[in-house]
Protein backbone atom coordinates (compact mmCIF):
# COMPACT_ATOMS: atom_id res chain seq x y z
CA UNK A 1 0.00 0.00 0.00
CA UNK A 2 1.41 3.26 -1.27
CA UNK A 3 1.30 6.00 1.48
CA UNK A 4 0.96 9.71 1.02
CA UNK A 5 3.34 10.55 4.33
CA UNK A 6 3.00 14.24 3.68
CA UNK A 7 -0.57 14.32 3.36
CA UNK A 8 -1.01 12.16 6.53
CA UNK A 9 1.71 14.70 7.78
CA UNK A 10 -0.37 17.52 6.96
CA UNK A 11 -3.81 15.89 8.90
CA UNK A 12 -1.50 15.94 12.04
CA UNK A 13 -0.70 19.30 12.03
CA UNK A 14 -4.39 20.44 11.44
CA UNK A 15 -5.08 18.27 13.91
CA UNK A 16 -2.75 19.38 16.86
CA UNK A 17 -3.87 23.20 16.63
CA UNK A 18 -6.93 21.66 18.36
CA UNK A 19 -5.29 20.49 20.95
CA UNK A 20 -5.88 21.03 24.43
CA UNK A 21 -2.60 22.20 26.17
CA UNK A 22 -3.03 24.92 28.57
CA UNK A 23 -0.10 23.90 31.11
CA UNK A 24 2.81 22.70 28.68
CA UNK A 25 1.64 24.47 25.47
CA UNK A 26 3.20 21.34 24.02
CA UNK A 27 0.43 20.49 20.99
CA UNK A 28 0.87 17.20 19.56
CA UNK A 29 -1.36 16.12 16.52
CA UNK A 30 -1.32 12.41 15.49
CA UNK A 31 -2.87 10.94 12.29
CA UNK A 32 -2.91 7.36 11.23
CA UNK A 33 -4.58 5.01 8.34
CA UNK A 34 -7.28 2.37 8.92
CA UNK A 35 -6.60 -1.14 7.11
CA UNK A 36 -10.06 -0.05 5.28
CA UNK A 37 -8.38 3.32 3.89
CA UNK A 38 -10.31 5.70 7.04
CA UNK A 39 -7.95 8.80 8.10
CA UNK A 40 -7.85 9.04 11.91
CA UNK A 41 -7.13 12.06 13.90
CA UNK A 42 -6.49 12.70 17.47
CA UNK A 43 -4.84 15.08 19.60
CA UNK A 44 -3.56 16.07 23.18
CA UNK A 45 -5.46 16.42 26.03
CA UNK A 46 -4.19 18.00 29.02
CA UNK A 47 -5.39 18.39 32.35
CA UNK A 48 -4.47 19.62 35.97
CA UNK A 49 -3.86 16.21 37.44
CA UNK A 50 -1.17 15.53 34.48
CA UNK A 51 -1.04 12.27 35.00
CA UNK A 52 -4.53 11.78 33.36
CA UNK A 53 -3.54 13.72 30.41
CA UNK A 54 -4.67 12.28 26.98
CA UNK A 55 -1.91 11.88 24.07
CA UNK A 56 -2.96 12.12 21.15
CA UNK A 57 -1.95 8.85 20.22
CA UNK A 58 -4.69 7.77 23.12
CA UNK A 59 -7.51 10.30 20.65
CA UNK A 60 -6.35 8.67 17.08
CA UNK A 61 -6.96 4.93 18.50
CA UNK A 62 -10.26 6.04 19.70
CA UNK A 63 -11.55 7.57 17.14
CA UNK A 64 -10.72 3.90 15.72
CA UNK A 65 -12.67 2.00 17.56
CA UNK A 66 -15.60 4.93 17.61
CA UNK A 67 -16.27 4.90 13.71
CA UNK A 68 -15.18 0.74 13.65
CA UNK A 69 -12.38 -0.76 15.23
CA UNK A 70 -10.30 -2.52 12.50
CA UNK A 71 -6.01 -2.33 12.79
CA UNK A 72 -4.38 0.58 12.23
CA UNK A 73 -1.45 0.51 9.03
CA UNK A 74 0.45 3.75 9.15
CA UNK A 75 0.54 6.87 11.81
CA UNK A 76 2.74 9.99 11.76
CA UNK A 77 2.77 12.24 15.30
CA UNK A 78 4.04 15.56 14.83
CA UNK A 79 4.52 18.85 17.32
CA UNK A 80 2.23 22.11 16.76
CA UNK A 81 5.11 23.31 13.91
CA UNK A 82 4.27 20.47 12.18
CA UNK A 83 7.67 18.34 12.80
CA UNK A 84 7.26 14.71 13.36
CA UNK A 85 8.02 13.75 16.90
CA UNK A 86 8.05 10.26 18.44
CA UNK A 87 5.53 8.83 20.81
CA UNK A 88 6.02 8.14 24.25
CA UNK A 89 6.72 4.04 25.14
CA UNK A 90 3.00 4.14 26.70
CA UNK A 91 1.94 5.69 23.03
CA UNK A 92 4.24 3.02 21.28
CA UNK A 93 2.22 0.53 23.15
CA UNK A 94 -1.13 1.23 22.78
CA UNK A 95 0.00 1.74 19.01
CA UNK A 96 1.24 -1.80 18.64
CA UNK A 97 -2.20 -3.24 20.38
CA UNK A 98 -3.92 -0.96 17.59
CA UNK A 99 -1.45 -2.05 14.65
CA UNK A 100 0.64 -4.92 15.80
CA UNK A 101 4.36 -5.37 15.15
CA UNK A 102 3.11 -4.15 10.92
CA UNK A 103 2.12 -0.36 11.70
CA UNK A 104 3.98 1.97 10.21
CA UNK A 105 5.16 4.57 12.02
CA UNK A 106 6.74 8.10 10.18
CA UNK A 107 9.81 8.90 12.68
CA UNK A 108 12.29 11.50 12.60
CA UNK A 109 14.40 8.97 11.07
CA UNK A 110 12.31 7.95 8.52
CA UNK A 111 9.48 5.00 8.38
CA UNK A 112 10.09 2.56 11.07
CA UNK A 113 7.78 -1.02 12.28
CA UNK A 114 6.29 -1.04 15.41
CA UNK A 115 8.01 -4.13 15.78
CA UNK A 116 11.19 -2.06 15.51
CA UNK A 117 10.41 0.98 17.31
CA UNK A 118 8.69 -1.95 20.25
CA UNK A 119 10.88 -4.69 19.88
CA UNK A 120 9.57 -8.19 22.12
CA UNK A 121 6.38 -6.61 22.83
CA UNK A 122 3.86 -7.74 25.06
CA UNK A 123 0.67 -7.55 23.55
CA UNK A 124 -2.60 -9.92 23.13
CA UNK A 125 -1.21 -13.34 21.96
CA UNK A 126 1.29 -12.92 26.07
CA UNK A 127 -2.48 -13.13 27.47
CA UNK A 128 -3.79 -16.67 25.80
Known amino acids: MSVDWPALQQAATEVS ?3 YAPYSHFHVGAAGLADDGRLLVGCNVENAGYGVTLCAECGLVS ?3 ATGGGRLTHV ?28 ELLTP ?3 RTMEQMLPLAFGPDDLA
Open 17 to 19: ARA
Open 63 to 65: QLH
Open 109 to 111: EGV
Open 76 to 103: VCVNGSGEVIMPCGRCRQILYEAGGPGL
